[in-house]
């Protein structure tokens, strides 16, 4: 096994969007000239049409929002008050590939700005031997990090491997940080320039695929993650710092925060039942609850993302579960005068309107074919548009040709989430009662990456 990687580097373009905004105000009034000639054409359909106007409008006013998002930065004082922050990084592994593990500590241990303390708890995995990692980083660490490896007795879950490092740190800021989650070298530095910011108590990292070009299921997977982040969490982190979820992959909180509610966290429960899931976005929603919860574009990750069609689906389970759990929790205790509520309210509409337009459109076939053509091409349309912010990202182990590849299968990468995954979130909230590990049950999933391969995608 190696111990050496290339790590890809990551730099974000200067926006141009003025281009963008004028073709967004065309196509708006396109399609909103479209929507008037509908409600006159298809009147049998002029409430399925008005939901889907308020809808577009929605999305609409959030992408021209994520143009607005700008890195967090610093001046030289706030620069040495945070390097004077001590900084925990918890890594919770069950069943996880050795050699993918192996590349996340590497990448810790080369951060420019290095953290304090680093764990690896492992949660009593049964399918990964990792006397080699293990022997190799205790004794090869960077001397200025306290890096030690427990493991748990019995597998207890993601939230009980990470209390194992929260309880009793004193740490200024904690990262959570997935076992298949390779950092960008500066992710650290990045991530923690927020907090020179005092009401912010959590930072989201941007995640990035690290087997993207594996199969065309990574090469999706990585489009519509991109799509979101750069503009769902765009908008939310440009309307006062309201991003629900501070993905699990790379987050970082305020340890006050973590300490405060720490019994809570790992002592959750629903109807009745104790919840093992949600773990990110329970964290968020505190955040949110004391203060402000923010992106921060250039703190980058590579995660590796499920490359079968059953691990893929097991995952989208995983996190419907976990959605519906948070949808209850938002509603009940953010604040309605905050974007992070409507921005619930409106999804959870959003969704019920899908489904109930499927069901119309289904019903009503073969009448209804035209109406259905005509939707499908102006959102094929519309998120081209939306995957638009996609270039404002630079990858150093992406050519050209594979971003433009990336841009041009965005209608399939939006076909499989509205036709697969959103129908496949109702099965999740019917099942939101099943907590517990889904994935890596059997080891690890991803075994692209032979041994004498140390990186995914070779910079090129």
């Not at 930065?73 to 040495?80: K, N």
């Not at 923690?192 to 090469?219: C, I, Y």
């Not at 974007?339 to 499927?358: P, S």
């Not at 909230?429 to 692209?448: F, N």
Request: hydrophobic share 45%; proline share 4%.
């Amino acid at each position: 096994m190696t111990h050496d990687y290339e790590v890809p580097e990551v730099a974000m373009r200067r926006q141009r969007p003025f281009l963008l905004i004028i073709g967004i105000v065309l196509l708006m009034v396109l399609l909103g000239a479209r929507h008037v000639w509908y409600l006159e054409k298809w009147t049998h359909y002029r409430t399925i049409t008005i939901i889907w106007a308020v809808g577009f409008v929605a999305v609409a006013f959030q992408w021209i929002l994520s143009w607005r998002e700008r890195p967090y930065t610093v001046d030289g004082l706030q620069r040495a008050r945070l390097d004077r922050m001590r900084v925990t990084v918890n890594v919770p592994v069950w069943n996880e590939e050795p050699m993918v593990l192996d590349r996340v500590l590497y990448s810790l241990f080369h951060q420019t700005r290095l953290p304090d303390r680093v764990q690896v708890v492992d949660d009593c995995s049964q399918r990964e031997d990792y006397r080699d990692v293990r022997s190799y980083w205790l004794a090869h660490h960077p001397a200025a990090v306290d890096f030690s490896w427990v493991r748990q007795p019995t597998n207890t879950g993601k939230k009980r491997a990470q209390r194992r490092t929260f309880e009793g740190d004193p740490a200024d800021i904690f990262i959570t940080l997935d076992s298949d989650t390779t950092l960008a070298l500066n992710a650290i530095e990045e991530g923690l320039k927020p907090f020179a910011n005092r009401r912010v108590q959590s930072v989201a990292g941007l995640e990035l695929a690290w087997n993207h070009d594996t199969s065309l299921l990574t090469r999706i997977k990585s489009v519509n993650a991109l799509i979101w982040q750069f503009v769902t969490c765009s908008s939310q982190n440009v309307l006062g710092g309201n991003v629900l979820v501070n993905r699990g992959t790379f987050a970082l909180y305020r340890g006050p925060l973590i300490r405060e509610t720490l019994n809570a966290y790992t002592g959750e429960t629903f109807m009745g039942r104790q919840v093992m899931l949600a773990d990110d976005t329970m964290l968020t929603l505190w955040a949110l609850l004391r203060g402000r919860a923010v992106q921060q574009p250039t703190a980058v990750c590579f995660a590796v993302y499920p490359e079968t069609f059953s691990h893929t689906m097991r995952q989208w389970v995983r996190w419907m579960r976990g959605t519906s759990l948070r949808t209850f929790w938002r509603l009940r205790y953010l604040s309605p005068v905050t974007w992070a509520w409507w921005y619930t309210v409106l999804i959870t509409w959003g969704y019920l309107a899908y489904m109930a337009t499927l069901v119309a459109i289904a019903i009503d076939w073969p009448h209804s074919e035209s109406f259905a053509s005509a939707a499908l091409l102006a959102s094929v349309a519309w998120n081209w548009l939306m995957a638009s912010r996609m270039f404002t990202l630079r990858r150093s182990d992406l050519g050209p040709l594979q971003v433009a590849e990336a841009f041009v299968i965005v209608p399939i990468a939006i076909a499989w989430m509205t036709l697969v995954l959103r129908p496949i979130r109702l099965y999740g909230q019917l099942t939101m009662h099943k907590q517990g590990w889904v994935t890596r049950a059997d080891g690890a999933e991803t075994r692209s990456e032979p041994e004498a391969r140390p990186v995914a995608g070779m910079l090129r």
